[in-house]
């Protein structure tokens, strides 16, 4: 079992930046594809952006040119840097593991 925790949400004005970090609690960490996926209230869960074990990133064209996901194998943890926030980036924003294991989630605010 794999274990994930983000942390990093909170309230933003539009305009800013936020990172988002996701700590797994296993070594095997690095044989993951990671993502991180968004949702909205009423809206179904997104994908925003994935990562490959070979670093290898995916996004949505909502963020592209605004977010960064990165990985750091030796700390098994997975980032997401998020500039130039708008207020349709507000979601609950969670962090998975090959599409299996999944965190709780991290709230993100950018009011306008």
């Known amino acids: 079992q794999v274990q994930l925790v983000e942390s990093g949400g909170g309230l933003v004005q539009a305009g800013g930046s936020l990172r988002l970090s996701c700590a797994a609690s296993r070594s095997i960490f690095s044989r993951h594809a990671m993502g991180w996926y968004r949702q909205a209230p009423g809206k179904q869960r997104e994908l925003v952006a994935t990562?490959?074990?070979?670093?290898?990133?995916n996004y949505a064209d909502s963020v592209k040119g605004r977010f960064t996901i990165s990985r750091d194998n030796a700390l098994n943890t997975v980032y997401l840097q998020m500039n130039s926030l708008r207020p349709e980036d507000t979601a609950v924003y969670y962090c998975?593991?090959?599409?299996?294991?999944w965190g709780q989630g991290t709230q993100v605010t950018v009011s306008s």
């Open positions: 998975c593991a090959s599409w299996v294991y």
């Open positions: 990562i490959s074990s070979g670093g290898i990133t």
